[in-house]
C-alpha cells in the first residue's frame, strides 16, 4: 500500500510555471507507475502524464505535450510534473495516482482513472488569464 501527498499548487498568471510533486509513503515507490490526473469543476477526471516504474517510459496527454513534464526520483520516493505555459484552461485540482500492476509498456493502463488504486489528494492549481 502507499499514501500519496500532493503539493506545489497555486495560483498563476497565464504563460506561468509551476512544478507539482507527489510525495508517497513505502519502501517499494520504484514498484508502482504512477499517474497526474486533473479534474476541473463540473468535467470528469481526465489524464495528463504517467510515469512507468523505471521511468523509461512516459506519456501525456495531447493537450500538455510539449508543456508538461513527468519525471520521477525512485531514491527520494517522489514523482514530479513540471506545468510550463500555463493556460487558464489548466486550472484543475490536480491528482496523483499509483498503482502497481501496470506493465511497462502498456498506454491504456496509464491513461485510464480506473485502473489506478491509489491516489492522493489533489492540489489546486489556478491559472488567470
Known amino acids: 500500500q502507499v499514501q500519496l501527498v500532493e503539493s506545489g499548487g497555486g495560483l498563476v498568471q497565464a504563460g506561468g510555471s509551476l512544478r507539482l510533486s507527489c510525495a508517497a509513503s513505502?519502501?517499494?515507490?520504484?514498484?508502482?507507475?504512477m499517474g497526474w490526473f486533473r479534474q476541473a469543476p463540473g468535467k470528469e477526471r481526465e489524464f495528463v502524464a504517467a510515469?512507468?516504474?523505471?521511468?523509461?517510459?512516459?506519456y501525456y496527454a495531447d493537450s500538455v505535450k510539449g508543456r508538461f513534464t513527468i519525471s520521477r526520483d525512485n531514491a527520494k520516493n517522489t514523482v514530479n510534473l513540471q506545468i510550463n505555459s500555463l493556460k487558464p484552461e489548466d486550472t484543475a485540482v490536480y491528482y496523483c495516482?499509483?498503482?502497481?500492476?501496470?506493465?511497462?509498456?502498456?498506454?491504456?493502463?496509464?491513461?485510464?482513472?480506473?485502473?489506478?488504486?491509489?491516489w492522493g489528494q489533489g492540489t489546486q492549481v489556478t491559472v488567470s488569464p
Open positions: 513505502g519502501r517499494t515507490f520504484s514498484g508502482y507507475a
Open positions: 510515469v512507468s516504474r523505471s521511468a523509461a517510459v512516459t
Open positions: 495516482a499509483a498503482d502497481r500492476s501496470f506493465p511497462e509498456y502498456g498506454g491504456s493502463y496509464y491513461r485510464s482513472p480506473g485502473s489506478y488504486a491509489y
